[in-house]
């Protein structure tokens, strides 16, 4: 279980999705039995926007939008120190993405997709 989120950490999803084209940053990739469509996973680069009392975290995204997960959800991790490194400016566009966001907004929904 991942404890002690503070609002402004760093945070990595690892996102499975599905299409016909994975993208350059797509991992673990795995073609259907035909070849047609492929599974995959992505890590996402957010920040954590709020810790909510029930501990679940509000996480928001690059382009603005807002995530609401467990505070331990498997696919959920804190970058290393390394990676902290190598993604620092993944990073530093969500920072930027979310200072430009109301934290109002942010709480009506009104971000978003």
Do not use: C
């Amino acid at each position: 279980m991942q404890a002690n989120w503070r609002e402004g950490d760093w945070a990595v999803y690892r996102k499975s999705k599905q299409g016909a084209t994975p993208g350059r940053r797509a991992s673990q990739v795995i073609a259907s039995s035909k070849g047609e469509t492929y599974r995959y996973v992505v890590d996402k680069f957010w920040v954590v926007d709020e810790v909510l009392p029930d501990g679940r975290l509000r996480l928001i995204t690059a382009r603005g939008k807002v995530h609401t997960i467990e505070s331990d959800d498997p696919n959920l991790r804190r970058p290393g120190f390394l990676q902290k490194l190598l993604w620092r400016e993944r990073f530093a566009v969500v920072e930027a993405s979310r200072d430009n966001v109301s934290h109002s907004e942010r709480q009506t929904g009104a971000v978003g997709a």
